[in-house]
């Protein structure tokens, strides 16, 4: 009998590592894709109109031209377009990202991007990216 409760308890053990190490996977699967999907929709709209005036774009825009879907997420956000007055760059928008995915997408490599702002505050070292652990952060990508 306590032969087997100890088998039943490593059994325990070793599922509860096998749930976490596919959620890690998963959830890195899902944040490269987003990546990938970040770096199309900024191609697509280049290829589309090569422009540096930015002050026609838009969300709606972007679903008009077939560059996006209407009700598209990105690592399972939503996500909103804005242009400053200037004109000069658009960003993409995440306003409820939770501190992981902040923090992964403040780090990455995203040569195509001319900056990210977490909360607010450009992100110049990933290392002390400003994302909240305690509340839903703002992630700014900034492209020009």
Do not use: H
């Not at 770096?39 to 026609?56: H, M, P, T």
């Not at 242009?83 to 990202?97: G, L, Y």
């Not at 490599?109 to 994302?131: F, H, I, L, S």
């Amino acid at each position: 009998m306590i032969e087997m409760m100890g088998v039943m308890a490593l059994s325990g053990i070793m599922l509860g590592g096998a749930i976490t190490m596919f959620r890690t996977v998963r959830r890195n699967v899902v944040r490269t894709e987003a990546l990938q999907r970040l770096e199309k929709i900024v191609e697509d709209r280049r290829l589309y109109k090569s422009q540096k005036d930015f002050s026609g774009i838009s969300k709606a825009s972007l679903i008009r031209d077939k560059i996006i879907d209407e009700n598209e997420k990105i690592a399972g956000y939503n996500f909103r377009i804005t242009v400053p007055e200037d004109a000069k760059s658009w960003s993409i928008i995440f306003d409820d990202m939770d501190y992981g995915d902040c923090r992964y997408f403040a780090a990455a490599k995203m040569p195509w991007a001319a900056g990210v702002a977490a909360n607010n505050r450009e992100v110049k070292d990933p290392e002390y990216a400003q994302c909240a652990e305690s509340y839903k952060n703002k992630l700014e990508i900034i492209i020009k």
